[in-house]
């Protein structure tokens, strides 16, 4: 099996605290990722909500913003698995009225394999290093980057919103990636990897039943093993 990408959604947060984010009708059993980007603020947190659906912050992912060299802005991922049929909503929040750029993708079954932990990028045109531990993991990059596009042969873009893209690639190796961009600057970028996910099934191979007559050991039997009484 392999990671299936089955949708991308994005939505200007246009300076909100709260942006319901309209998205096809999910699959039952998918994985949804979703990324808060927020401007000209520090330290803003950021959640996602669905009915149905619960949401937790990809933990070590959180770029509470800097304003090292005068662009200030930051972001976060949170994780929704084994989601129900047909949710068609999920809702960005922010703490502060600076949301700015948000994503959602929808996932066959994933877990996470490896935050990347946000961080700006000075005179650059690469993004920040996404590592993972499986070839067969998906990377998922977000960005506020100041109207820069995302240009890279082995990311795929997933749009831009209000000038800020995001992009995901399937590596096929563990050497550690990150998407370029076509102009260097300033970029504010929080990612991760994430590898599929296959539960576990329990199968019962027999029974047996005994009378409440004595001990563990001392209890006599009902009956023969896997014969219904």
Same mark, same amino acid.
């Given at each position: 099996?392999?990671?299936?990408?089955r #949708?991308?959604?994005?939505?200007?947060?246009?300076?909100?605290t709260?942006?319901?984010?309209?998205? %096809?009708? /999910?699959?039952?059993?998918?994985?949804?990722?979703?990324?808060?980007?927020? =401007?000209?603020?520090?330290?803003v947190?950021?959640?996602?909500?669905?009915?149905g659906?619960?949401?937790?912050?990809?933990?070590?992912?959180?770029? %509470?913003? !800097?304003?090292? #060299?005068?662009?200030?802005?930051g972001?976060?991922?949170?994780?929704?698995?084994?989601? *129900?049929?047909?949710? !068609?909503?999920?809702?960005?929040?922010?703490?502060?009225?600076?949301?700015?750029?948000?994503?959602? =993708?929808?996932?066959? *079954?994933?877990?996470?394999?490896?935050?990347?932990?946000?961080?700006e990028? !000075?005179?650059?045109?690469?993004?920040?290093?996404?590592? #993972?531990?499986?070839a067969?993991?998906?990377?998922?990059?977000?960005?506020?980057?100041?109207?820069?596009?995302?240009?890279?042969?082995v990311?795929?873009?997933?749009?831009?919103?209000?000038?800020?893209?995001?992009?995901?690639m399937? *590596?096929?190796?563990? !050497?550690?990636?990150? *998407?370029?961009?076509?102009?260097?600057?300033?970029?504010?970028? =929080?990612?991760a990897?994430?590898?599929?996910?296959?539960p576990?099934?329990?199968?019962?191979?027999?029974?047996?039943?005994?009378?409440?007559?004595?001990?563990?050991? /001392?209890? /006599? =039997?009902?009956?023969?093993?896997?014969?219904?009484i």
């Amino acid at each position: 099996m392999a990671i299936t990408l089955r #949708n991308v959604s994005s939505q200007g947060a246009s300076a909100s605290t709260a942006v319901a984010v309209t998205i %096809p009708s /999910t699959t039952l059993g998918s994985t949804l990722i979703a990324s808060g980007g927020f =401007w000209n603020a520090l330290n803003v947190t950021v959640g996602a909500t669905a009915s149905g659906a619960t949401f937790n912050q990809v933990s070590g992912v959180y770029f %509470p913003g !800097t304003n090292a #060299n005068g662009f200030i802005a930051g972001g976060d991922f949170f994780i929704a698995q084994n989601v *129900p049929a047909g949710i !068609t909503e999920v809702t960005v929040t922010f703490s502060s009225a600076n949301g700015d750029s948000i994503f959602i =993708w929808e996932l066959s *079954p994933v877990v996470l394999d490896t935050a990347a932990t946000g961080a700006e990028r !000075t005179g650059t045109t690469s993004g920040i290093t996404i590592n #993972n531990t499986s070839a067969g993991s998906i990377l998922i990059e977000a960005t506020i980057s100041n109207g820069s596009a995302l240009v890279n042969s082995v990311f795929t873009s997933d749009g831009a919103v209000n000038g800020n893209p995001a992009g995901h690639m399937f *590596p096929g190796d563990t !050497t550690g990636h990150a *998407p370029g961009f076509n102009t260097s600057g300033i970029y504010e970028c =929080w990612g991760a990897s994430f590898k599929e996910y296959i539960p576990y099934t329990v199968n019962q191979y027999g029974f047996r039943f005994r009378y409440d007559d004595g001990s563990e050991t /001392t209890a /006599t =039997w009902v009956a023969a093993q896997n014969v219904s009484i």
